[in-house]
């Protein structure tokens, strides 16, 4: 199962926002800490290096473009806005046009496991089709991670 497209909100203070919903079979201890812990999110997206702290930042590296073709990607600093484990974390990515990447992910228990709920603020120039693919194949391989299957292909996802 992918996941699927994101929902469009406006946030009060006008912002455009995408939202994607995904429901984990796993507890929110283990969706938290593969979306925090260093080793885990090497599994699916990028590694940090680094003493995380709220106002602070570690050192990214994405790694995952390698299965879509891509290149490892040059370490980036990362700001942690926010940090309440194992619920809540805010980080701005900053991006080349000076435009920083704010995504907000919460973990909320849900019945069958954990929902995550993964939002990326729009910046100018950056519309819901040109991030939608992209996260909706992360997601995927946050899931294929959690449950030990294989990783996504990224030609499933990639636009036309």
């Given at each position: 199962?992918?996941?699927p497209p994101a929902e469009i909100r406006t946030d009060p ?145 990639a636009p036309a």
């Amino acid at each position: 199962m992918t996941t699927p497209p994101a929902e469009i909100r406006t946030d009060p203070d006008g912002a455009t926002t995408a939202v994607w919903r995904r429901e984990y079979p796993d507890p929110v201890e283990d969706v938290w800490a593969a979306i925090t812990e260093s080793e885990r999110l090497g599994r699916w997206i990028g590694t940090w290096t680094g003493e995380p702290r709220v106002g602070g930042t570690v050192s990214f590296t994405l790694t995952g473009e390698v299965d879509a073709g891509g290149e490892v990607d040059e370490p980036t600093d990362v700001l942690i806005l926010a940090c309440d484990p194992p619920r809540h974390l805010v980080v701005e990515f900053p991006a080349p046009d000076e435009q920083s990447w704010h995504l907000d992910l919460t973990v909320e228990a849900h019945e069958k496991g954990a929902v995550l709920v993964f939002a990326q603020r729009l910046v100018e120039g950056v519309t819901p089709a040109d991030i939608d693919a992209g996260w909706r194949w992360y997601l995927d391989r946050l899931g294929a991670s959690l449950a030990g299957t294989p990783m996504p292909d990224w030609a499933a996802y990639a636009p036309a």
